[in-house]
T-cell receptor, first 114, second 112 residues
Framework: AQSVTQLGSHVSVSEGALVLLRCNYS??????LFWYVQYPNQGLQLLLKYTTGATLVKGINGFEAEFKKSETSFHLTKPSAHMSDAAEYFCAVSYSSNTGKLIFGQGTTLQVKP | EAGVTQFPSHSVIEKGQTVTLRCDPI?????LYWYRRVMGKEIKFLLH????????ESGMPNNRFLAERTGGTYSTLKVQPAELEDSGVYFC??????????FGPGTRLTVT
């Protein structure tokens, strides 16, 4: 079965430090890849997505992710964490062969320490 | 442009009762999805509408769950009768194409 794995349910970084949230998917067919963020008491907001083309994708709020087919990964990074980045982050995939339904990872809560 | 809205934001009901959740998608979005997150678990797909037709309902847990989308606009998800394991956050999302879904804030359902 297709699945998404996010390594680490909680990640803590200091303000100004590099943010790295890991995501791996299990499929021999390259999917569409997404990162969503959920701030407290809000819905999910799309950070960035990869469908085709350039494998390094830039999103909102300074985040970016790189699709590595050989590693079946789509890790999310940000060079310098800000206090406002504290939230829960979800990696998700969908496949063009199906209805577009998203398969989510377990989520990673990012804590940013002053 | 208004985003996806969901009502209610919270619902607390007793086991055996009925609850109806509502989702209003972004105007013009033919695709509407329902997802659920049970505490401690990942967000899981429930079903997908294209306009008023159910395209994929493979994620619906059992026949206590009934989803409708009247006239291809808003959608409702009814749980009857509710069980304790139905507690969680129910998300609705809509999209114009299948590459980007816009999510609502979710409905937190608590069954006691």
């Amino acid at each position: 079965a297709q699945s998404v794995t996010q390594l680490g349910s909680h990640v803590s970084v200091s303000e100004g430090a590099l943010v790295l949230l890991r995501c791996n998917y299990s499929s021999s067919v390259p999917p569409y890849l997404f990162w969503y963020v959920q701030y407290p008491n809000q819905g999910l907001q799309l950070l960035l997505k990869y469908t085709t083309g350039a494998t390094l994708v830039k999103g909102i709020n300074g985040f970016e992710a790189e699709f590595k087919k050989s590693e079946t990964s789509f890790h999310l990074t940000k060079p310098s964490a800000h206090m406002s980045d504290a939230a829960e982050y979800f990696c998700a995939v969908s496949y063009s062969s199906n209805t577009g339904k998203l398969i989510f990872g377990q989520g990673t809560t990012l804590q940013v320490k002053p | 442009e208004a985003g996806v809205t969901q009502f209610p934001s919270h619902s607390v009901i007793e086991k055996g009762q009925t609850v109806t959740l509502r989702c209003d998608p972004i105007s013009g979005h033919d695709n509407l999805y329902w997802y659920r997150r049970v505490m401690g678990k990942e967000i899981k797909f429930l079903l997908h509408f294209v306009k008023e037709s159910k395209q994929d309902e493979s994620g619906m847990p059992n026949n206590r769950f009934l989803a409708e989308r009247t006239g291809g606009t808003y959608s409702t998800l009814k749980v009857q009768p509710a069980e304790l394991e139905d507690s969680g956050v129910y998300f609705c999302a809509s999209s114009q194409d299948r590459a980007e879904q816009y999510f609502g804030p979710g409905t937190r359902l608590t069954v006691t």
